[in-house]
C-alpha cells in the first residue's frame, strides 16, 4: 500500500541553526510529494512540492528533492526563524482518479529566539 | 476573499446528537475532501467528490454523510454524534483529481462531543 513515514518530533532549534526533517514514502504508482505545514489554530497550506524524480520544490527558503532510489523527500532550511514553528507534513498521491493525500504523522518544529 | 471556507469553527454538541459542517470554496475547483485530524494531529481522507459525484469513500461511519449541492460546496452531516467523533475535521478542494494537484484547505472545524 501507500505510505508515509516522518521523524517524530518534536524538533527544537535555535534560531537560525538548520532544519532537515526526514520523509520516506512507499507507494504502489508513481507518486507526487509534498510538504504542508500547519501554523497553530490553523488549517494546512502547501509548503512545496515535486511531481518527479529529481524534482526539487522550494518555497520561503524550505527545499526538499525528490529521491526515487531512496524514496525520500527531506525536507530542509539552512537558517530557521522563530515564525517557522508549527507542524510539518510530508504527503504523497497517487494516481489520477479521486486522489487523496496520504500523510505522515507531522513534525513538531519549536524554534526559539 | 477566503479560498475554502468552512463553518462553524467550533462546534460543542452532545452526544447523540446530530449536526453539519459546511464547506465552500470558491477557487472554482471541480474536487473537494474532506479530512479528519485526530488528537495526535494524524490526518486522514474520509471522503471526496468531483463535480458533485463521489469518488472516494473511505472505511467511515455510515454516520457520516457528505452531500455536495454543487461543486463549491461539500458538506458532513454527522448523526448520533459519538466521543470518538471529536476531532478537528478539514475540508479541501483540488483543480482536478491528478495526483499532482495541489489541495486548498480550510481552516477546519474543530468538534467536541460531550
Known amino acids: 500500500g501507500n505510505s508515509v ?3 517524530e518530533g518534536p524538533v527544537t532549534l535555535s534560531e537560525e541553526a538548520f532544519l532537515t526533517i526526514n520523509c520516506t514514502y512507499t507507494a504502489t504508482g508513481y507518486p507526487s510529494l509534498f510538504w504542508y505545514v500547519q501554523y497553530p489554530g490553523e488549517g494546512l497550506q502547501l509548503l512545496l512540492k ?3 524524480a529529481d524534482d526539487k520544490g522550494s518555497n520561503k527558503g524550505f527545499e526538499a528533492t525528490y529521491r526515487k532510489e531512496t524514496t ?4 530542509e532550511k539552512g537558517s ?3 515564525s517557522d514553528s508549527a507542524v510539518y507534513f510530508c504527503a504523497l498521491s497517487v494516481g489520477q482518479a479521486g486522489t487523496a493525500l496520504i500523510f505522515g504523522k ?8 | 476573499d477566503t479560498a475554502v471556507s468552512q463553518t462553524p469553527k467550533y462546534l460543542v ?10 464547506c465552500e470554496q470558491n477557487l472554482g475547483h ?20 468531483n463535480n458533485k459525484e463521489l469518488i472516494i ?20 452531516h454527522i448523526n448520533s454524534l459519538e466521543l470518538g467523533d471529536s476531532a478537528v475535521y478539514f475540508c479541501a478542494s483540488s483543480q482536478g483529481t491528478g495526483g499532482f494537484y495541489e489541495q486548498y484547505f480550510g481552516p477546519g472545524t474543530r468538534l467536541t462531543v460531550t
Open chain 1, 106 to 113: 507531522g513534525t513538531t518544529l519549536s524554534v526559539s529566539s
Open chain 1, 72 to 75: 525520500s523527500f527531506h525536507l
Open chain 2, 57 to 76: 469513500n473511505e472505511t467511515v461511519p455510515n454516520r457520516f454523510s457528505p452531500k455536495s449541492p454543487d461543486k463549491a460546496h461539500l458538506n458532513l
Open chain 1, 50 to 52: 515535486a511531481t518527479k
Open chain 2, 13 to 22: 454538541t452532545q452526544m447523540g446528537n446530530d449536526k453539519s459542517i459546511k
Open chain 1, 80 to 82: 530557521v526563524q522563530v
Open chain 2, 30 to 49: 471541480d474536487t473537494m475532501y474532506w479530512y479528519k485530524q485526530d488528537s495526535k494531529k494524524f490526518l486522514k481522507i474520509m471522503f471526496s467528490y
Open chain 1, 5 to 7: 513515514t516522518q521523524m
